[in-house]
Structure formats: structure tokens, C-alpha cells
């Protein structure tokens, strides 16, 4: 039962550099979010979608980008990294089932930008 | 989604409730209580919500006024796995909400 699973748990990058962040769930769900926390912070939402084959812009979405090319994949890709993208990065799946709406996370990527 | 607003921290002894409040004087009719919370370095975890009534599940209760300006998450026999910091949102659920807003929320220190 892995829920929403990230992979890496943690990844240096030297600024410039490039990488893929992966976020899969098992619980076909519709909604799949990438937020990004700071320390100190709340999470901010960086992208998000709707379904399989869209994706939509966050409060963040700036030297980001994402896919959604299968139901149960979520990527979030870093063209080239810079060090105000140090943070932890989560992501979510989303139920949302009569009253209820609710969010699961990863357990989180840890990204440092050299 | 309402503004909500928490005590920045508590202390808690091991073993006694622990009770959170938080309010929401502007919440909406329409609008759910949401309570997570965020172990350190894990991702956010639901633990419980409500609309009107008072709910209970296998982690927390949920108190929630009858004006519905405020709540209260009781952890009944705290442990040191619930240090944490947790979160009390107001929204609207239903696919039109996509974004949680996570406030600073209360960091919850459990004592031995």
C-alpha cells in the first residue's frame, strides 16, 4: 500500500544543471500537486493537475515544468536549476469523493542548488 | 477559503489530550474544517474534518462550535509521535478547489 511515492529523497545540483523530480500514486486519483517549502514556511503550490494530460500553473510556477503523461505519474522537471530553488518539494494526490477532499502527500524531496 | 488563525505553539504533557484551537469567524456555509498535520521532514498528513457536527476517527476528535467560528482538535492521549505542527484550513471541497493553503499552523511539543 505505497501511497504517493518520490523519488529522489534527496538530490544535490550545481546551479545550471538540469533533473526530473517523480512523484507516482496508486490510488488513481484524478488530482496530482507538486508544492515546494521553504524553511520556516508553508508549502506553495508550484503546479498542479486535473487529470491525465493536463497540467495547470500554481502560485509558483517559474522555472518549472511539468507532465502528466499517465494517470498515475507526475513530473516535475528543474531546466536548469538555480540556488532559489533549494527546498523541499512534496507531492500530493488528491480524493475528492462526495464531502470528502482530501490530500496525500510523499514524504518529500530534498534539493540543494550549489 | 476563510482565514484561519492558531496559537503558534503548545506544550502538552505525554499521555494527557491535547486540545487545538483554532478559529475561523469568517468561514462560510459552504466551507469544511480541515485539520493535517507535518511531522518534521515528512510531508503533510490528514488527520480529521468536519462541516457542522462534532467527528471522531481513529486519530482525533473534532469540536467544531455551533456558529462554527471556531474548533478544536483533540488528540486524546498524546504521544511524543504527535509532536508535529499542525494545520487548521477552511475551504470549500469539490473539484473546483484545487489548492491547500497551509498557514503557519501550531507546533505541538509533546513532553515526556
Known amino acids: 500500500n505505497a501511497g504517493v511515492t518520490q523519488t529522489p529523497k534527496f538530490r544535490v545540483l550545481k546551479t545550471g544543471q538540469s533533473m526530473t523530480l517523480l512523484c507516482a500514486q496508486d490510488m488513481n486519483h484524478e488530482y496530482m500537486y507538486w508544492y515546494r517549502q521553504d524553511p520556516g514556511m508553508g508549502l506553495r503550490l508550484i503546479h498542479y493537475s486535473v487529470g491525465e494530460g493536463t497540467t495547470a500553473k500554481g502560485e509558483v510556477p517559474d522555472g518549472y515544468n511539468v507532465s502528466r503523461l499517465k494517470k498515475q505519474n507526475f513530473l516535475l522537471g528543474l531546466e536548469s536549476a538555480a540556488p532559489s530553488q533549494t527546498s523541499v518539494y512534496f507531492c500530493?494526490?488528491?480524493?475528492?469523493?462526495?464531502?470528502?477532499?482530501?490530500?496525500?502527500f510523499g514524504a518529500g524531496t530534498r534539493l540543494s542548488v550549489l | 477559503d476563510a482565514k484561519t488563525t492558531q496559537p503558534t505553539s503548545m506544550d502538552c504533557a505525554e499521555g494527557r489530550a491535547a486540545n487545538l484551537p483554532c478559529n475561523h469567524s469568517t468561514i462560510s456555509g459552504n466551507e469544511y474544517v480541515y485539520w493535517y498535520r507535518q511531522i518534521h521532514s515528512q510531508g503533510p498528513q490528514y488527520i480529521i474534518h468536519?462541516?457542522?457536527n462534532n467527528e471522531t476517527n481513529e486519530m482525533a476528535s473534532l469540536i467544531i462550535t455551533e456558529d462554527r467560528k471556531s474548533s478544536t482538535l483533540i488528540l486524546p492521549h498524546a504521544t511524543l509521535r504527535d509532536t508535529a505542527v499542525y494545520y487548521c484550513i477552511v475551504r470549500v471541497v469539490g473539484a473546483g478547489s484545487y489548492q491547500l493553503t497551509f498557514g503557519k499552523g501550531t507546533k505541538l511539543s509533546v513532553i515526556p
Open positions: 500530493a494526490s488528491r480524493k475528492v469523493a462526495g464531502g470528502l477532499d482530501i490530500q496525500y
Open positions: 468536519g462541516l457542522k
